[in-house]
């Protein structure tokens, strides 16, 4: 990987770490919309009714789970130095920075996200589904497979604080501790980040694992996208909304 390749070479030559992380993230996010590209391909694949290589399609979601991994073990080498930093990300958009939770995306967005497009493709599909036609997408998601989630949903998010709550006590609580303390606290959150991307992909399909990574995907580069280009903007005196 390339990133994997940026990153070994700052640590060995000393590269000052919160200035290269930033540099790092926008490497990894040209990766994650190649990775975007690849499943858009699968999908446009299925929605014609050509059968897909179930072997590549699944060898491609471990690939998009792996660059996740990386990400957050990458996140972790510079959080030993610099965890304030990483808590409090200047690299990231404004609009970005609304949807975060210790250092990161709140858990409960990946079950928002996989409901709101479910509902959506439910819609679209509607007529097929009346018919009793099986689409093989979210919108094709079963009470069983619901349920499966529901458990994640109800204690590991809501024991941990992922589901919300007074985000500004949350912080308050996280910085008394050391620098260490904060490191861990940081690392559990993105633990249960990875867990719960995890633990919706394990009772998906791999078609609908594909359109559940493509919108996570899209909604991402999105929302970092945009605000980038509406504050540089803004910097510039330019405005617009």
């Known amino acids: 990987m390339v990133v994997l390749?940026?990153?070994?070479?700052?640590?060995?030559?000393?590269?000052?770490?919160?200035e290269s992380f930033p540099r790092f993230y926008e490497h990894w996010l040209l990766e994650q919309n190649k990775y975007l590209e690849d499943l858009i391909?699968?999908?446009?694949?299925h929605n014609k009714s050509i059968d897909t290589n179930t072997s590549q399609t699944?060898?491609?979601?471990?690939?998009?789970?792996?660059?996740?991994?990386?990400?957050?073990?990458?996140?972790?080498?510079?959080?030993?130095?610099?965890?304030?930093?990483?808590?409090t990300p200047s690299w990231t958009s404004t609009l970005e920075e609304g949807f975060m939770w210790i250092g990161g995306w709140r858990p409960t967005m990946a079950?928002?996200?996989?409901?709101?497009?479910?509902?959506?493709?439910?819609?679209?599909q509607l007529a097929d589904f009346i018919r009793g036609l099986s689409t093989g997408d979210l919108g094709d998601l079963s009470p069983t497979q619901l349920n499966q989630t529901r458990p994640w949903l109800n204690s590991e998010l809501m024991r941990s604080g992922g589901g919300g709550g007074d985000q500004?006590?949350?912080?308050?609580?996280?910085?008394?501790?050391?620098?260490?303390?904060?490191?861990?606290?940081?690392?559990?959150?993105?633990?249960l980040r990875l867990r719960t991307l995890k633990a919706i992909l394990d009772v998906v399909t791999p078609v609908q694992a594909v359109h559940f990574l493509i919108a996570a995907a899209e909604l991402h580069l999105r929302l970092h996208d945009w605000r980038k280009k509406k504050d540089a903007r803004q910097h510039h005196g330019i405005g617009g909304n």
């Open 5 to 18: 390749t940026y990153v070994a070479s700052a640590i060995r030559n000393g590269t000052p770490e919160l």
């Open 41 to 45: 391909s699968v999908f446009k694949l």
């Open 58 to 87: 699944s060898t491609l979601i471990n690939q998009v789970i792996e660059h996740y991994e990386h990400y957050y073990e990458v996140m972790s080498r510079w959080a030993k130095q610099y965890v304030l930093g990483m808590l």
């Open 111 to 124: 079950f928002h996200l996989l409901y709101s497009k479910s509902g959506l493709q439910l819609e679209d």
């Open 168 to 191: 500004e006590e949350q912080v308050r609580l996280a910085l008394l501790p050391k620098e260490e303390g904060l490191e861990k606290i940081l690392q559990k959150a993105d633990d």
